[in-house]
């Protein structure tokens, strides 16, 4: 019987503690650790990521070969999809009792490389490092309709705070006239993005059946296709490849951003490959916090993706620095996991 979707792709999910080997080698240990690494959001879920063990130390590769170039022309969100990887990563090193110990850009000569970690002096977690950690396998970005439910403000203030402490900022947009400008934004670029047909092409090619034996890329269940019509999904895929469907998805993901609690922008003071390793970190940490008490989160990214939208979402903002992400946050229903590879098919070999 072939490998199926509802097997197979989900064993990192299902990732238990208890057999993390506390008498094992430190790279042993290390390896068991990328579990949790693996299990970071990704554009179209592409999980542009590969690890190499080497003297005790895991080494941190952006694997460019799973590159989005009409999405991510300067590789911009993969780079940040594996600075959520190497939280998880320093998250879980804390949680089995040492300091994460790393070293970004290690070697200028190799822009792949993106960190080293190791096991450090041993330490206790934090109370909200032990919540975070429990959170990772919970974390399921979630593209439905939120809940019109608020959301604490204490909630708000502690994942600011906490994207400053990860070296990023979270702009919350506040006032029904800076929330429709942006929602304006959003739809604009879904019309740019689609009228593209390189983009078109490029999206569908991540898009599979719920029955597909692929361990990346988004399942029909994910852009929310109901399981029963699931047989068709070769049939949207391929209209998506060849149409403009810029308008519906236009007025789709309108519908979305109103009708989400809060929008969000997370961004940093630069725009370099540094800066986007520590956006993708801050990232993950915003995202596992808000999971942690119920709330979700999935991306509208298109003023940001679309060059000529940035500086627009700029200058609505009126602050200074560069959006990286832009967030919808909610409390919403129970959403399944997307596929993940497999530890083993991003392990390099020494």
Known sequence: MSKTLTSHSFNSWNISETDFPKLGSPSEQLEFLLNYAILAPSGHNTQPWLFRIAHETIELYADRTRALPVTDPQDRELTMSCGAALFNLRLAIRHFGYTDAVKTFPNPDDPDLLAHVWLGNPREETE????LFATIARRHTNRLQFQNWEIPETLLSIMRKSAVEEGAWLEIIEGEDLRNAVTQLIAEGDRIQMANPHFRRELAAWIHSNRSVTHDGMPAYAQTVNQLLDFCTPIPAHVTRTFDLGRGQAAKDW????GSPILAVLGTNEDTPASWFTAGQA?????LLGQAVGVSAS?????I???QLRPKLRTLLNKGGYSQVLLRLGFGPEVKPTPRRAVSEVLLAD
């Open 128 to 131: 909200e490092e032990y919540l």
């Open 255 to 258: 519908e979305l951003a109103v």
């Open 283 to 287: 990232l993950e940490r915003v995202l």
């Open 299 to 303: 991306f509208l990214n298109q003023p």
């Open 305 to 307: 993706q679309v060059a």
